[in-house]
Nanobody, 110 residues
Framework: QLQASGGGLVKPGGSLRLSCRVSHTLRRFNAMGWYRQAPGKERELVAR???????TYSDSVKGRFAISRDYDRNMIYLQMNDLEPEDTAVYYC??????WGRGTLVTVSS
């Protein structure tokens, strides 16, 4: 199971760090990442690790967001800086393109 946390209300330009606790041994999986779904929109990729350790970011968050992971703690993180109102969404962590967390709400508003 996956449990995401760290969402909240933040002003434009602010930062948040999302965390995802994975109840399995993270080293077993090659693919893992973060997705988001804004109101009235489809779920979209934010950032992910692929096999070989490569990272992919959506164009809208490049240079502002950073994905990381901690194998010892079985955790996946998403550092979000310079947040914009358009980043408002429910953020979900995903492992192996199969397992989903429940999501954590990020609201960017003044």
């Amino acid at each position: 199971q996956l449990q995401a946390s760290g969402g909240g209300l933040v002003k434009p330009g602010g930062s948040l760090r999302l965390s995802c606790r994975v109840s399995h041994t993270l080293r077993r999986f090659n693919a893992m990442g973060w997705y988001r779904q804004a109101p009235g929109k489809e779920r979209e990729l934010v950032a992910r690790f692929s096999s070989g350790g490569s990272t992919t970011y959506s164009d809208s968050v490049k240079g502002r967001f950073a994905i990381s992971r901690d194998y010892d703690r079985n955790m996946i993180y998403l550092q979000m800086n310079d947040l914009e109102p358009e980043d408002t969404a429910v953020y979900y962590c995903n492992v192996a393109n199969v397992f989903w967390g429940r999501g954590t709400l990020v609201t960017v508003s003044s």
